[in-house]
């Protein structure tokens, strides 16, 4: 299980490669596997008992160390190498993105209770990802991630797609769902078209299952904590 988490750093590294050689569907495909792995190596770490038969290694230090380069560092390379953002602010902005990053990473707080985030939890790949399939403006890539930088240090509340209770049978239907459509626009070969015209039964699919994250997590930010069981 440990080698499966490990994996994962391979696959980022293989998505920096593909950014310095300006494929950016195959850097996002490469993000997508990593993220894949690290949806599921928690579950199977837990279920296998992996404190018990290797105390020697700290699962979590590995699992944040991967997570800081596969979802930060390429990402904050991607906005820098693809020019994401307006023309003389992509180191800035790509530094920036690291840096902050720092914060969460070293947060003792950053999972609550109940399994959420406390704070924008990092999550820089799916960021970029909405900037390439909405296809934004540099200058609105900049404002918003501007904004999650600050939400980094707010405590508002972050689903965790297998993790959370709250409306598990209805999170994780739409976690394939968004995952199914995210892999789709990536693949398209859109020749300059909008995603959203390529297809728009994909496109607007997409959408729907990010709003449903997007909901929840508003809701679940101003419902009081529940008591620890």
């Given at each position: 299980v440990h080698a499966f988490t490990a994996s994962g750093i391979v696959l980022g590294f293989?998505?920096?490669?593909?950014?310095?050689?300006?494929d950016k569907v195959a850097a996002f495909m490469w993000l997508g596997f990593a993220?894949?792995?690290?949806?599921?190596?928690?579950?199977?770490?837990?279920?296998?008992?992996?404190?018990?038969?290797?105390?020697n290694v700290d699962g979590a230090t590995l699992d944040n160390v991967i997570d800081y380069f596969n979802y930060v560092a390429v990402p904050a390379m991607m906005i820098y190498w693809f020019g994401l953002v307006p023309e003389g602010w992509a180191?800035?902005?790509?530094?920036?993105?690291?840096?902050?990053s720092c914060y969460t990473f070293a947060n003792v707080g950053m999972k609550t209770?109940?399994?959420?985030?406390?704070?924008?939890?990092?999550?820089?790949n799916l960021v970029v990802l909405?900037?390439?399939?909405?296809?934004?403006?540099?200058?609105?890539?900049?404002v918003v991630l501007?904004?999650?930088?600050?939400?980094?240090?707010?405590?508002f509340k972050w689903v965790h797609p297998l993790r959370v209770r709250d409306w598990r049978q209805v999170t994780i239907p739409m976690t394939v769902l968004?995952?199914?459509?995210?892999?789709?626009?990536?693949?398209?070969?859109?020749?300059?078209?909008?995603?959203?015209?390529?297809?728009?039964?994909?496109?607007?699919?997409?959408?729907?299952?990010?709003?449903?994250?997007?909901?929840?997590?508003i809701w679940?930010?101003?419902?009081?904590?529940?008591e620890v069981e």
């Open positions: 293989l998505a920096l490669i593909a950014i310095l050689e300006g993220l894949f792995v690290d949806g599921i190596d928690g579950t199977l770490a837990r279920r296998v008992g992996v404190n018990e038969h290797t105390p180191t800035a902005t790509a530094a920036g993105v690291m840096a902050v209770s109940d399994y959420y985030f406390s704070g924008f939890p990092a999550i820089w909405a900037f390439h399939i909405v296809q934004t403006d540099p200058w609105l890539n900049l501007a904004i999650c930088g600050v939400l980094t240090f707010v405590p968004w995952g199914a459509t995210s892999v789709r626009l990536v693949l398209f070969d859109t020749e300059g078209e909008k995603l959203v015209d390529a297809s728009p039964t994909v496109f607007w699919l997409w959408v729907i299952a990010s709003l449903y994250f997007c909901l929840i997590c679940r930010s101003f419902r009081p904590e529940p």
